[in-house]
């Protein structure tokens, strides 16, 4: 079919190709750029907030029972949550694949059903799918001249926020840093006593004097008159002279005769400062789905006229999370035109024909719009993993038409015509060719069955080079022969035969150059073929691949080189912020002093409203961030830091130079392996803990461990004493709720200030919540009198947990593990679970890898079942070509020498081991093998003509040698640029090239050297 139409109507063929690449530019411009393809954790987020709740309190009332409620949702895997200071978390878990917009529903529904029975006061709970991209990908640092941190915040927010939220794209911008404005009525204990008022009489007094309600409408003559009651408050003497009570002897009791009235702040739980300087940190976060680039792009629009307009203001971008993004995008697309010239030039050089070599290079750029468009159609991004396998095709692109090519040059024009002979060729090359381009398609099409985060990264790499490769093949039987024929239509020889048209003065050296290669190519053959040396030269490259191997690092995503990185201080619990504060800039002023340091952001504490602020780890008011961006390199700032730094033991310092965009969408995790121990309280599962490593030996493989508890600061537990309770007709409730307003206090009203609402909150003065001794003469009124908290209640200073971790409705402990060098993380697993059954039996607590790591282990054991599919299907596509079930396996023994190569040379360039640097050599088995079959095919054509096995072998190779080397220097050099990682982001994809090119420079040494004397030993036994 494809012979036919090419060879009659060359003109349209090319017609159709162009009208490809036309759409395929088209579509370049409507996607989506990105770092990763989206992926969509199947995790559902309930968030409640309590502010002023502690830990203990957010578990028994809010935590468990949503829990229980959202453990009947239909499909929940597992449930989890985390109870911390103000906020409960509960995270319920599907499996991958279901439909989790149901899940959400039903999910909703449950909660909605608890909502009655959580505490007055807590906020609405947030059901939110999780969203790793639903973090700020750019910060802003707004800092002012002269508004003070109040004014500057209440700028911000009326006037910049605003702005940034009508941009298409932008999801939330969120404000940490500031004071925010708060009008605070501050109770007189001693005068409430006095007057026999309660902090309910307050609250209830404040509401009910500032609404404004509608009384209806009146009809005055000819117009229509709405009438309604004003009461909202305009001065903070309106606030002051709301009436209370009246007195049995008719005086009014007013707000002013038992509190004062000030216009405040709120309590500052968060401070950002931009290199020393107070600042208001604006986070841009993008809505899910949207384009990074693009949102980014028109935020740093909006802050170049925001800084032209507000001249008071200055706006200055900390944080762009598009520019890694373009710039690693930008390196991959420069790499892949960079790599199609050299492959280009590689073909020059080897055929010396302009014209000829140009047809041949076509395919990339043609074959590459074919796949944009499809890319277009499947609704796929531009991101690392899409762009990465279309520049990983550069090089193969083009070795169907180098086989066109080859054999179009060899078939001797005589008595047919070009068309007839053309023809020809098509129908006899075009099968061999579908095999080969399947054995490459058949590495990746079955990636797109794989289930979880593997399965999301890399289906669209899978699909990217099947689109690719399928297309490079149709480009090669079609496009180049249409080509071919238009230039030759008059004639009935080929014009562009290879030594034609040079254009080069030094041709006839390289073509001596050439024929002496191979000449010595052709001597090496005669002594190796019939030697059975080839077994030690094959066991010295195992040797070395097993070696390489076993001193190469591991890790999940390859190590990138960063400008910018993070540390996080975590202070002793119960750090106030301020002290916080202090530690967070003197950090900062030793960063000053670092000429590599170009900026430093602090965010200490955290915006307790903030629901987004519990995504990640812990945030408290001991909690401090500073965000660093460096001229060169992260690593080198670190260093440096940790040398000049006199750091305190109590401080716990962390450094994160890892991408943030991967850290976002990747779990990271502390350890290599993370065991859940679970227990019926945590006193008792940290006793247990304790006693297992106490007595436990040295656990093979283990480097490190953490125990991840964490004490919380200290606190003042109240124990009521209910006979007493009951006999002066009080409730726990009645308790709680007066503590509650008289400590953290309570939102009563709005203050109205022009278009501004500013909250109302009633508390007790400071003078009277500063100690233990205030807290035990809070006052709680039994009819018309008051008897202090102590007199029904024991207040008893402890300390508890700052976080409280369930899972599955059972409190758990998680401990991780790092492995030494050299040890696989089951072996340590198995070693880590005896030694437990050991030492613990008889014990309540249970000790179980967490199922994150099962999901991994998962996820990895159904790559590996996809890759020996794989296998399987290439050797099922190589025994239907061949009609042979035997030469299949010779074929692939080019596949472990291959692999041996790329650890090799993994290992000598310094890379780890891990997840691209793997599938550079998944993609490795495809590529090799092409060449494989080419000579293995091309050896059994010969053999077919001569009885002197020897002889045709030699022939074969010496026919096969020069296109194989193109065909695999053209790949090599193709990924040349990308695995040198000149430009920043390159690192990412450079393990991958790296792999790639040391198993092609091993494997094609191997086939042209070694692999004949295989083939000759095969053929002997077969006869």
């Known amino acids: 079919m494809f012979a036919s139409f090419t060879v009659q109507r060359p003109v349209a063929v090319i017609m159709v190709f162009t009208a490809m690449i036309l759409f395929g530019v088209i579509s370049l411009f409507n996607l989506q750029m990105d770092l990763l393809p989206p992926i969509q954790y199947p995790e559902i987020s309930v968030i409640t907030l309590y502010p002023g709740a502690s830990p203990t309190e957010i578990e028994q009332l809010i935590t468990k029972p949503i829990e229980e409620a959202v453990n009947s949702v239909p499909g929940i895997k597992r449930i989890r949550s985390e109870s911390i200071e103000g906020a409960s978390l509960i995270c319920a878990t599907l499996q991958w694949g279901r439909n989790i917009d149901f899940a959400l529903l039903k999910t909703r529904e449950k909660v909605d059903l608890v909502r009655g029975m959580l505490p007055q006061d807590v906020y609405k709970p947030i059901v939110t799918r999780f969203d790793p991209n639903a973090l700020p990908v750019m910060n802003i640092a707004i800092t002012s001249s002269h508004l003070d941190s109040k004014a500057l915040r209440y700028e911000v927010e009326k006037n910049i926020v605003p702005l940034f939220e009508r941009i298409d794209g932008i999801g939330n911008a969120k404000i940490t840093g500031g004071k925010v404005r708060l009008i605070e009525v501050l109770v007189n204990r001693d005068s409430m006593r006095a007057y026999t008022v309660n902090f309910q009489d307050i609250v209830n007094a404040i509401q009910e004097a500032y609404y404004n309600y509608p009384a209806g ?8 008159l709405i009438i309604r009651t004003v009461g909202e408050f305009k001065s903070l003497s309106d606030v002051e002279n709301v009436s209370i009570k009246t007195t049995k002897d008719g005086k009014s009791v007013f707000l002013k005769h038992v509190a004062k009235v000030i216009d405040g702040n709120k309590e500052i739980t968060s401070q950002s400062f931009i290199n020393g300087t107070e600042c208001i940190n604006l986070s841009i976060i993008k809505e899910s789905g949207k384009n990074t680039v693009k949102v980014c792009t028109k935020a740093l629009q909006l802050v170049q006229k925001i800084n032209t307009k507000y001249k008071h203001l200055r706006c200055e971008v900390f944080y762009d999370g598009s520019q890694y993004i373009k710039s690693a995008i930008s390196n991959v ?45 499947f609704e796929i991004s531009i991101n690392m993993m899409s762009l990465g396998g279309m520049t990983l095709c550069v090089g193969m692109l083009i070795d169907c038409g180098i086989v066109i090519l080859e054999t179009i040059e060899s078939t001797k024009f005589k008595n047919n015509t070009i068309v007839q002979d053309i023809r020809g060729v098509i129908e006899n090359v075009s099968p061999s060719l579908l095999s080969s381009t399947l054995t490459s398609v058949v590495i990746f099409l079955p990636l797109i069955f794989i289930k979880g985060i593997a399965g999301a990264l890399f289906t669209q790499l899978a699909i990217t080079v099947t689109v690719a490769l399928m297309a490079s093949y149709i480009v090669s039987v079609m496009l180049i022969p249409a080509i071919f024929i238009l230039l030759n239509k008059d004639t009935n020889h080929s014009t562009l035969q290879l030594h034609h048209n040079k254009i080069f003065t030094l041709s006839k050296v390289i073509h001596k150059y050439l024929d002496s290669i191979n000449r010595r190519y052709n001597e090496i053959l005669q002594k ?21 191997i076993f001193f190469l690092d591991k890790s999940l995503v390859p190590h990138t080189t960063q400008k910018h990185f993070l540390i996080r201080i975590e202070m002793p619990p119960g750090t106030p912020l301020s002290s916080t504060v202090d530690y967070c800039r003197y950090i900062d002023s030793l960063l000053a002093k670092n000429p590599d340091v170009l900026n430093r952001l602090i965010n200490a504490g955290y915006n307790p409203d903030d629901y987004t602020e519990y995504f990640g780890k812990e945030k408290n008011t001991n909690i401090g961030e500073i965000a660093v961006t460096v001229r060169n390199d992260a690593d080198a700032t670190i260093q440096w830091l940790q040398k000049n730094l006199h750091n305190q033991s109590s401080v716990k310092i962390e450094y994160n130079a890892q991408n943030p965009e991967l850290s976002q969408v990747l779990h990271f995790s502390s350890g290599d392996i993370t065991f859940n121990c679970t227990g019926q309280s945590l006193e008792e599962i940290e006793q247990t803990l304790q006693t297992f490593f106490n007595n436990s030996k040295h656990i093979p493989g283990v480097k490190s461990y953490i125990v991840n508890v964490k004490k919380g600061k200290p606190e003042l537990a109240i124990y ?116 437990w059954n050991t030492i613990i039996r008889d014990s309540h607590s249970t000790f179980h890898v967490a199922p994150e790591i099962e999901e991994t282990n998962e996820s990895i054991r159904s790559l590996i079942a996809i890759l020996i599919l794989a296998i399987l299907l290439i050797y099922m596509i190589i025994a239907s070509q061949f009609e042979s079930l035997g030469l299949p396996l010779i074929i692939m023994s080019t596949v472990p020498i291959s692999l041996c190569g790329s650890f090799v040379f993994l290992f000598i360039s310094g890379n ?13 088995i495809g590529t090799i093998v092409n060449n494989a079959i080419l000579l293995a095919d091309t050896v ?19 026919t096969r040698f020069m296109p ?20 920043q982001g390159s690192d990412l994809q450079s393990p991958l090239s790296i792999a790639i090119i040391g198993g092609m420079l091993s494997g094609t040494a191997f086939i042209m050297i070694l692999y004949p004397s295989i083939l000759f030993m095969w053929s002997g036994r077969k006869k």
Do not use: W
Request: a neutral charge; one cysteine or more.
């Open 217 to 224: 409408t009146i009809t005055a003559g000819n117009k229509e």
């Open 912 to 924: 780890s081991l891990n997840i691209m640097s793997l599938m550079g050599s998944v993609i490795l």
């Open 333 to 377: 697309i420069s790499s892949a035109i960079m790599g199609s010239i050299i492959a280009f030039v590689v073909l020059l050089l080897f055929l010396q024909n302009v014209i000829a070599s140009l047809i041949i290079i076509i395919a990339i750029p043609v074959s590459l719009c074919i796949t944009l468009i499809c890319l277009n159609l």
């Open 964 to 983: 194989i080397i193109m065909t695999s220097l053209t790949t090599i050099c193709g990924l040349l640029p990308l695995a040198l990682g000149l430009q």
């Open 940 to 958: 059994i054509k010969f053999s077919a003509h001569t009885k002197n096995k020897k002889s045709s072998i030699i022939s074969a190779c010496n």
């Open 528 to 548: 190796l073929l019939p030697s059975k040396k080839i077994f030690h030269g094959i066991a010295i490259i195992m040797v070395a691949g097993g070696i390489s």
């Open 720 to 835: 009521p004493d209910k006979e007493k309770l009951s006999s002066f007709g009080l409730s726990l409730l009645d308790v709680a709720s007066t503590l509650h307003t008289a400590l953290y206090g309570s939102i009563a009203g709005k203050f109205f200030e022009h278009d501004n609402e500013i909250d109302i909150a009633v508390r007790l003065d400071k003078n009277f919540r500063d100690s233990i001794d205030d807290i035990n003469a809070i006052p709680l009124q039994i009819q018309n009198a008051y008897i202090p908290l102590q007199e029904i209640a024991r207040v008893q200073q402890q300390s508890g947990y700052s976080s409280i971790t369930r899972k599955d409705q059972q409190r758990y402990i998680p401990v991780s593990f790092s492995i030494d060098d050299g040890y696989s993380s089951s072996s340590v697993i198995a070693a880590i679970q005896k030694q």
